[in-house]
C-alpha cells in the first residue's frame, strides 16, 4: 500500500488542534493509503506540545516533531519535510483555515500522475479587505519580477509526490519562501480551488510588519530585480541631470550668471542623495541575505523526535 504523511507545522495552537486532529483522523479514515500525521512544535509557548503528546499517545497514525525554539513557519515546515518519508506529502495549517477534507482530492490528482497539487483560495473568509488588497498586490508585483511563477492566492497547502519532496530537500537555502519553492521545483503541478475559512481558534501569527519583510525575503529570494531597477533609475536620473546641466550651461552663456539656484542645487542634493540611499538599501537587503548564507548554520534544531507508531 502506498503512504501518506501530512505534515503540519503548529505554533501556538493548542486550542485547535485537537479538532483539527479529528477531522484529518476523518479524512485519514475515507483513504486507502497508509495514513500518518506529522505534528511540528515550532516552539510554542502554550501546551501545544502536551496536545501533540496526547494525540500521539491515542493514536499510532501520530508523529511529533519538536523544535528547540521558535525558527518561523517556513523552518518549521522545513523540518516536517525532512522528516517526512513517504511516497507522498501533504501540507497543511493547524489553524484549520485549510479544510482537510481537500486531502482526497489532492490524492486523485497525484494518482493521475500529478507531482504538486495545490489548493487556491478562491476566497478569504473572514479577512480584512486591507489584508486581501495587500496580499493580492504581493502576488501581482512577484508575478512581474519572479522568473519562477509563483501562484496567485496560493498557501503552503499542498501535496507532493515523492519525487518532488525529494527535490525540494536538494533545497537548502536558509532563507525559505517555500510558496516560491515549491514552484521552483516544478513537474506536473495541478492548481485545486478552494474556499479559505477563517481561523478555528487562536490568531494569526502575522502582523503587517512580519507579511512585508516576508514580502521581501519572496521577492529577493526569487528575483534580482530591484538591483537592475536601482540601475536604471540611476541611469534614468544621469541623463535627466545631463539634459539640465546643458540648459543651464546655455541659459548662463545667453542671460549670464547671476548667483542664483539655491532652491534647484536644494532640490537635486535631495533627490540624488535619496535615489543614492535607496539604491544602497536595496543592495543591503541582498547582501544581509547572502551574510545569512554564508554563515553556513544548520536550518533549524530538532529538540524530540517521536516517530509514528509502527503498527
Ligand atoms: N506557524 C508556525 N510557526 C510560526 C508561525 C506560524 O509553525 O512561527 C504555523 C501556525 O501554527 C499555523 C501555520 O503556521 O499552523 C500558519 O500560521 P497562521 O495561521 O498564523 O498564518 P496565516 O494563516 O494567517 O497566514
Ligand atoms: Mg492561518
Redesign the pocket.
Known amino acids: 500500500m502506498q503512504s501518506l504523511t501530512v505534515v ?4 501556538n ?1 493548542s486550542e485547535g488542534l485537537r479538532e483539527f486532529h479529528a477531522r484529518l483522523a476523518a479524512v485519514f479514515d475515507q483513504l486507502d493509503l497508509a495514513c500518518s500525521v506529522l505534528y ?1 512544535d ?1 516552539g510554542s509557548r502554550d501546551d501545544t506540545y502536551a496536545v501533540m503528546c496526547s494525540l500521539r499517545d491515542a493514536d499510532s497514525r501520530v508523529a511529533t516533531l519538536r523544535l528547540s525554539r ?1 525558527f ?2 517556513e523552518l ?1 515546515l522545513t523540518a516536517g519535510l525532512d522528516h517526512a518519508d513517504a511516497d507522498a506529502v501533504v501540507v497543511i ?3 484549520l ?1 485549510d479544510p482537510p477534507e481537500l486531502i482526497p482530492t489532492f490524492v486523485t490528482h497525484w494518482r493521475e500522475g500529478f507531482d504538486v497539487v495545490y489548493g487556491t483560495r478562491e476566497s478569504r473568509a473572514g479577512e480584512t479587505r486591507f489584508k486581501k488588497f495587500t496580499a493580492s498586490t504581493f502576488y501581482r508585483v512577484m508575478g512581474r519580477l519572479s522568473q519562477t511563477p509563483v501562484p496567485r492566492d496560493t498557501g503552503d497547502f499542498r501535496l507532493l509526490s515523492r519525487r518532488a519532496l525529494d527535490a525540494l530537500k536538494t533545497v537548502r537555502e536558509r532563507q525559505r519562501f517555500m510558496k516560491g519553492l515549491f514552484a521552483w521545483v516544478g513537474y506536473r503541478q495541478k492548481a485545486v480551488v478552494y474556499p479559505r475559512d477563517p ?1 478555528f481558534a487562536g490568531e ?3 502582523n503587517y510588519w512580519k507579511l512585508w519583510n516576508f514580502a521581501i525575503d519572496g521577492i529577493t529570494s526569487f528575483s534580482g530585480a530591484p538591483l537592475k531597477i536601482a540601475t536604471y533609475l540611476g541611469i534614468g536620473v544621469a541623463m535627466l541631470a545631463f539634459v539640465f546641466g546643458i540648459w543651464i550651461a546655455i541659459k548662463a552663456l545667453l542671460l549670464g550668471d547671476p548667483v542664483q539656484g539655491y532652491p534647484t542645487i536644494m532640490v537635486t542634493i535631495l533627490f540624488l542623495g535619496g535615489v543614492q540611499l535607496i539604491a544602497l538599501g536595496v543592495i543591503g537587503e541582498y547582501l544581509g541575505r547572502l551574510y545569512v548564507e554564508a554563515k553556513q548554520r544548520p536550518l533549524y534544531l530538532v529538540d524530540e523526535y517521536h516517530p509514528p507508531t509502527p503498527r
Open positions: 503540519v507545522p503548529a505554533y495552537e511540528i515550532d521558535n518561523g513557519k518549521a495549517d493547524a489553524d483555515q481561523r494569526t501569527k502575522w
